[in-house]
T-cell receptor, first 115, second 113 residues
């Protein structure tokens, strides 16, 4: 059964720090992994999508890596800003075994960046 | 602009009063799905659809219905809402079922009194 775990559950950092959010998954048979951002009570904004054949993706201050064989992904945020405060979710798109027809989400990392 | 839209964004209703939450995408996507998000439980899939007239249950389908009469629309129907259906609901779509980026709507905050 595919399970996704995110560590840490919560993180509070001062503005300007570089930080790393971790995501691990138990079954390496995935098509891709997506990182999302969610603001309190709001929708999901897709940040980065990494296909299973890729090692990393970058968008501005964000860099996501994928090591499929070890079941790990990291989201690196450079020079964090208060506007980065949100919950970050990772989700895997499993290859269709065992009846999976949906993304499998982690519980999220709640990030607070203080001035 | 490519997007998934949901309506209404916020809804307060009473037990037993039928309601429909609409979802529409303008990307010609085949796959659409509904999730609910609850504190401590994360996102759970309610129903999904692989194409017009093809729908199936997700993890938590009880108390919900869906239909897919047109490719762009995938409404979620609560025939007799109950307080345990108070939640944040998301519609999502992707080009096909497997291996494509999924796009999420802005969410519908539903409160059932």
């Amino acid at each position: 059964k595919q399970e996704v775990t995110q560590i840490p559950a919560a993180l509070s950092v001062p503005e300007g720090e570089n930080l790393v959010l971790n995501c691990s998954f138990t079954d390496s048979a995935i098509y891709n992994l997506q990182w999302f951002r969610q603001d309190p009570g709001k929708g999901l904004t897709s940040l980065l999508l990494i296909q299973s054949s890729q090692r990393e993706q970058t968008s501005g201050r964000l860099n996501a890596s994928l090591d499929k064989s070890s079941g790990r992904s990291t989201l690196y945020i450079a020079a964090s800003q208060p506007g980065d405060s949100a919950t970050y979710l990772c989700a895997v798109d499993p290859q269709r075994r065992g009846g999976y027809n949906k993304l499998i989400f982690g519980a999220g990392t709640r990030l607070a960046v203080h001035p | 602009e490519a997007q998934v839209t949901q309506n209404p964004r916020y809804l307060i209703t009473v037990t037993g009063k039928k309601l429909t939450v609409t979802c529409s995408q303008n990307m010609n996507h085949e796959y659409m799905s509904w999730y609910r998000q609850d504190p401590g439980l994360g996102l759970r899939q309610i129903y999904y659809s692989m194409n017009v007239e093809v729908t199936d249950k997700g993890d938590v389908p009880e108390g919900y219905k869906v239909s897919r009469k047109e490719k762009r629309n995938f409404p979620l129907i609560l025939e007799s809402p109950s307080p345990n259906q108070t939640s944040l609901y998301f519609c999502a779509s992707s080009l096909r079922l497997a291996g494509n980026e999924q796009f999420f709507g802005p969410g519908t905050r539903l409160t059932v009194l």
